[in-house]
């Protein structure tokens, strides 16, 4: 039972016309003439109230109800607010509301009427726990009819913003507003009941500040002011709201008895009314956050009652008992929980009644659901919410009646030895405790976890036989308002999806009507389109590649030229250029662009040959021609037949494997090791050097003859420092090459990278050692570390820098060989062990060199399975 504050009915306004004003105007004198049919309705309606006959009164009033267009007719205006006012008073909030929308949207009087509609919109909107937007309606009510100077609809309207301030706890407003409504009613010709609601909210505000005696005789004057209104709707409601001021003045003096013997008539006056309506609109009504707290409240006293023992209390208790068959001890919430819909509220009430009934100090509401126990309503007694409440409860008590159905009691939890081994009970140091399942059809769908820490024996079997009764119907209306809010859903989801399916429709087929349009000329338009776009493809690839070579700078243009011309002739060439800088690749670009193009091309690096083995290799050999030799195996002349032969390092090659090349070329024939019989052969030769042989011949490292019969075409690859301008084309291919490389292992990989211009000034500053070779190998270390987008920080430190690795020899063919037949992991580890010996074994100071993050190198480190141990020793240091 809650004495915080005054709450007043939520929702629920006072009879905005006392009997004698609004309905006075319904009455006829001898000669007048006829009534008009919604004056008619009206005087029908009132008839029907004053006899208690509310159903019927609610669809006379119903039978004028306006179309869509709003009430137009004063009479209109009027039967909608009384249509209003009743509908407020049976609990239905929403139809109220539907009721009086239509006279604000009819247009922009400025009248009492219009006035009148707001306020009772701002009921439905209070109702609705919409308290700013009750709060608006109520204030531009007001401000209306205090500029029209109509005092008594001012004062119902000063009246509803107390009420919504009491609701709000802001007592001081309240009672601030309960004075100028007092103000306003004396310069009218309010009724009693007005003036009486007046009065009982003031009590309430003098109650909630602690004023008893003024609390007490503002009661006593709404209580008489009821009685002398006699059986009204308005003093009838008077009556059991001034009935429940009186039960909490005597609760707050100590006196529980009197407040029964208050909230018993209370309860009276409520269950008379509601008696007298059908089903639907008894439970609407009974569902009224004032009519089930004078319920509520009354359970609650009687709950305090019992369990303190007193004599006469108890033997009125037990008439009650005997004469409503132990009815009220749960029946007055049970039909509140009947009523509600709205699951959360449904919990809260369930959880607040159980506290308020027990005597307990907390509470918590837990549902099963998939399993699991929810935590779904956490209070105190005072309604606070608990923070963090699976860490304040007994796990393993709700446990044991969720599996069992069961309801657990104890009044000292530690010492009872039914918990003795539950851990929660001694950490909490638990005293009483009760927790009650909620049962529906045999199912567990939760339970009511009560407890007080600080007191034993609070709970006894008259509040378990309670918790189990109202259980029973709790259970039932968590199912009840679980299938609302189910049906709710998929009927708004129906209606989602139904609106989305026409819209769907409409659009389709204004889609399909602009798509036929179009597609008249798309095949056109792309026809064009294709054709440009291989034009654009063609004029590119002419211009700024061949084969796989790329560049756009001048000497690379004279280089693709070369290649075109000694394409169509069949001389040998040989091709000149420092290591990395893609001599095989001119090669192949030769061939291809040959007569010999559908043949073979078959390439060999001289430099990787053991000597012993140079002549098996070119030639081939015989079955037996010497160790290990167990099958004939054809030669690269042989294999190259009708093609193109590619020779690279041919300047690596021994003098006597020279003699035996030169011999071949020379003759066009050779002859297999181990074989006696000379083999023609038809060969284009393309040989590669990075050395400089015409030097070579001169001081016999080379055979001369056979350098003159290599050297009929030279073709010189300009190294990379050279051609800076081809840097940002050879990025974007190898970009692009590895995007694809991605795709082709996850198809959600592979998108572009963008490169920073910063990143190109850098490339373009560094002299490039590796050349071509050296820029791949760079822009696969982003692929591999860095993001989409490639920034300076990105660029390894050694090319930022603009210094480039040592050579690993004094000769290119000795850096080439670095390389030859490796993996890129072979190539990325051994970059990784080039930079940790050139820092000194120092981890820190290889990444910089490599321009990757500490962390990132430790992460390579341990994918290539390199030792990481000097990450530990790093962090000691």
């Not at 604000?104 to 109702?127: F, H, I, N």
């Amino acid at each position: 039972m809650s004495h915080n504050g005054p709450k007043e009915g939520k929702g629920t306004p006072p009879r905005s016309s006392e009997p004698g004003t609004r309905n006075a105007e319904l009455e006829t004198t001898p000669g007048s003439p006829s009534p008009s049919g919604p004056e008619r309705t009206r005087r029908t309606a009132a008839e029907l109230e004053a006899r208690g006959e509310f159903a019927a009164a609610l669809e006379e009033l119903s039978r004028e109800e306006p179309s869509g267009e709003g009430a137009r007719s004063g009479e209109e205006r009027a039967l909608a607010l009384d249509r209003a006012e009743l509908l407020l008073f049976l609990g239905l909030h929403e139809r109220a509301a539907r009721a009086v929308e239509p006279l604000l949207a009819a247009g922009s009087r400025d009248d009492a009427e219009t006035a009148e509609a707001r306020r009772l919109l701002g009921y439905a909107a209070r109702a609705q726990r919409r308290w700013e937007k009750a709060d608006d309606l109520f204030a531009a009510a007001a401000k209306a009819l205090e500029r029209l100077g109509a005092a008594g609809p001012l004062a119902r309207a000063l009246l509803a913003r107390a009420e919504l301030a009491a609701d709000r706890r802001d007592i001081e407003r309240a009672a601030e507003l309960v004075l100028r409504a007092r103000e306003a009613a004396a310069r009218s010709d309010a009724g009693r009941t007005l003036v009486g609601r007046i009065v009982q909210l003031a009590g309430r505000a003098a109650l909630a500040k602690g004023d008893l005696d003024e609390a007490g005789r503002a009661f006593a004057v709404a209580l008489s002011a009821a009685r002398e209104a006699g059986e009204a709707r308005a003093a009838r409601e008077l009556h059991w709201l001034a009935r429940h001021g009186l039960a909490l003045l005597a609760v707050a003096r100590g006196d529980d008895a009197g407040a029964l013997v208050e909230l018993e008539a209370a309860e009276k006056g409520i269950g008379d009314l509601a008696g007298r309506l059908p089903d639907a609109l008894r439970r609407s009504f009974l569902a009224r956050e004032d009519v089930h707290e004078v319920l509520v409240d009354l359970a609650v006293v009687r709950a305090a009652l019992r369990r303190a023992g007193s004599a006469a209390p108890e033997r009125k208790l037990d008439d009650v008992v005997l004469e409503r068959n132990a009815l009220y001890q749960f029946e007055a919430v049970a039909r509140a929980l009947a009523a509600e819909r709205d699951l959360g509220r449904l919990l809260a009430l369930l959880l607040d009644v159980s506290i308020e009934a027990t005597g307990a100090e907390r509470g918590f509401l837990v549902l099963v659901e998939e399993g699991n126990v929810k935590f779904k309503v956490a209070r105190n007694i005072d309604r606070e919410e608990v923070l963090k409440p699976s860490f304040k409860v007994s796990h393993s008590i709700i446990r044991q009646a969720v599996k069992t159905g069961q309801s657990v009691l104890t009044n000292n939890a530690g010492g009872d030895p039914r918990f003795c081994d539950m851990k929660s009970v001694h950490e909490l140091a638990l005293q009483s405790t009760i927790c009650v399942p909620l049962l529906a059809e045999g199912r567990v769908l939760g339970t009511i976890y009560l407890d007080h820490r600080f007191q034993e024996g609070v709970f006894g079997k008259a509040d378990l036989v309670f918790l189990e009764s109202l259980s029973a119907q709790a259970a039932l209306s968590i199912e009840n308002a679980r299938l609302v809010a189910e049906l709710g859903r998929r009927r708004d989801e129906l209606e989602r999806r139904g609106q989305e399916v026409s819209e769907l429709n409409l659009r389709l087929a204004e889609l399909n009507l602009r798509l036929e349009e179009r597609l008249q000329n798309r095949e056109q338009e792309l026809a064009a389109a294709r054709t440009e776009l291989d034009l654009a493809k063609s004029e590119l690839a002419r211009t700024h590649s061949c084969g796989d070579l790329v560049g756009a700078s001048p000497v690379m243009q004279q280089v693709f030229a070369q290649i075109e011309r000694v394409a169509e002739g069949d001389f040998p060439v040989l091709v000149l250029g420092e290591s990395g800088t893609g001599k095989e690749l001119a090669a192949r670009a030769i061939h291809a662009r040959s007569a010999r193009a559908s043949a073979a091309f078959v390439s060999e690096n001289c430099g990787g040959i053991p000597e012993t083995l140079l002549e098996s290799v070119l030639f081939g050999h015989r079955k037996g021609a010497f160790t290990g030799a167990d099958r004939d195996r054809a030669g690269l002349f042989e294999l190259a037949h009708g093609g193109t032969l590619f020779l690279d390092e041919i300047g690596e090659m021994p003098l006597e494997g020279q003699k035996r090349l030169l011999r071949a070329l020379q003759e066009g024939e050779f002859r297999p090791v181990g074989s006696d019989r000379t083999k023609k052969v038809d060969v284009r030769i393309v040989a590669a050097t990075n050395r400089d042989l015409a030097a070579m011949a001169a001081s016999g490292k080379f055979r001369e003859d056979l350098y003159y019969r290599l050297h009929v075409i030279e073709i010189r690859l300009p190294p990379l420092r050279e051609r800076a301008e081809d840097i940002p084309i050879l990025v974007e291919k190898f970009l692009a090459e590895a995007a694809g490389l991605e795709r082709s292992r996850d198809p959600g990989q592979g998108s572009p990278r963008r490169v920073e211009p910063a990143v190109l000034d850098l490339l373009a500053a560094y002299p490039w050692p590796g050349n071509v070779r050296e820029l791949a190998n760079e822009v696969r270390r982003w692929v591999t570390f860095a993001g989409d987008s490639i920034r300076p920080q990105d660029v390894s430190t050694r090319i930022a820098r603009g210094v480039p690795l040592p050579r690993a020899g004094t000769a290119d063919s000795e850096r080439a060989a670095l390389y030859r037949g490796k993996t890129w992991k072979d190539l990325e580890k051994e970059m990784i062990e080039f930079a940790i010996a050139e820092a000194g074994g120092n981890k820190t100071r290889a990444a910089e060199l490599l321009g990757i993050p500490r962390r990132t190198l430790y992460d390579r480190m341990k994918h290539l399975g390199l030792s990481g141990e000097g990450e530990r020793d790093e962090a000691r240091a």
